[in-house]
């Protein structure tokens, strides 16, 4: 009777403690076991909303491909030439489409050199017999240029800084002109490429009077063969005429 008691006892303490413990156990029993309210239970809702998994994934992925599917940007060099007149300067250039521009020297710094192109003869027009000297800018920042005559007494022409031409007067064959560049820190320093000495070309009537002399050489020349072949032939002529003369078994009727 006292162990039967005391099963009793035992079971009752056991069930009250179910009551107590029966809905979360009824829960965990019921999420883990039904199959039929488990479509009911979504992961990811116990994490957070689905804009804020959106969100989430967009500020993710761009940094990723940002990283990996970034161009690499290839900078071409501007197209400026530096032997051309009244051009856009290079540094516009560069600050419009990005494009790279040869090294410059600072503004505070003298300029580099220009390097003269040519030496040119006018030929046509009111400047007929004058010379036009023609150069290329140097990578430096320029506010003009000074083009200087050997022989001249120390006068120079200045021309903008956005030139690449300019005319002298007439020159005489070996003499010297140079072509420096000017800032406010100074100027260039001349140098075996901005300085040329004055080549004049040979005129197309120099070139002609050179072929009618040569022509009229090799003509006299001929006339001198033709007669000299003329004068020989004579020669031999009488020669052959005296020899038939001089032999007494000849005759015109045949020999004796």
């Known amino acids: 009777m006292m162990s039967l008691c005391r099963n009793l006892t035992v079971l009752r303490l056991f ?32 994490l957070g909303s689905d804009h804020d998994y959106e969100d989430d994934y967009t500020s993710f992925p761009p940094e990723v491909l940002s990283s990996v599917k970034t161009p690499l940007v290839h900078q ?13 300067p290079c540094a516009h250039l560069s600050a419009q489409t990005g494009c790279l521009c040869p090294g ?15 030496l040119l003869p006018v030929t046509e027009g009111d400047d007929r017999g004058k010379v036009e000297v023609q150069w290329c800018a ?11 005559v050997e022989g001249s007494g120390g006068d ?5 800084s956005a030139l690449r031409r300019g005319l002298v007067g007439s020159l005489e064959a070996g003499t010297k002109v140079c072509v420096e560049a000017l800032n406010d820190a100074g ?5 075996e490429f901005s300085c040329k000495r004055y080549d004049p070309p040979e005129s197309s009537d120099h070139k002609l009077l050179i072929w009618v002399i040569l022509g009229g050489v090799a003509l006299l020349l001929l006339v001198i063969s033709v007669i000299f072949w003329k004068l020989k ?9 005296t020899d038939g003369l001089g032999n007494p078994s000849y005759s015109t009727e045949g020999a004796l």
């Open 187 to 191: 100027h260039s320093s001349p140098s």
């Open 15 to 46: 069930l009250s403690v179910l009551s107590l413990l029966h809905p979360h156990f009824f829960t965990h029993a019921t999420s883990t076991s039904s199959p039929v309210t488990r479509p009911r239970i979504i992961f990811i809702t116990g």
């Open 156 to 160: 120079a022409q200045e021309y903008g």
């Open 138 to 148: 140097p990578s430096s920042v320029v506010s003009l240029y000074r083009v200087a």
């Open 104 to 118: 410059f020297s600072e503004a505070d710094e003298p300029p580099h050199a220009p390097r003269i192109q040519a």
């Open 76 to 88: 071409e060099l501007c197209k400026y030439n530096p032997c051309l007149e009244n051009q856009e």
């Open 233 to 241: 032939m004579c020669q031999r002529g009488k020669r052959d005429s």
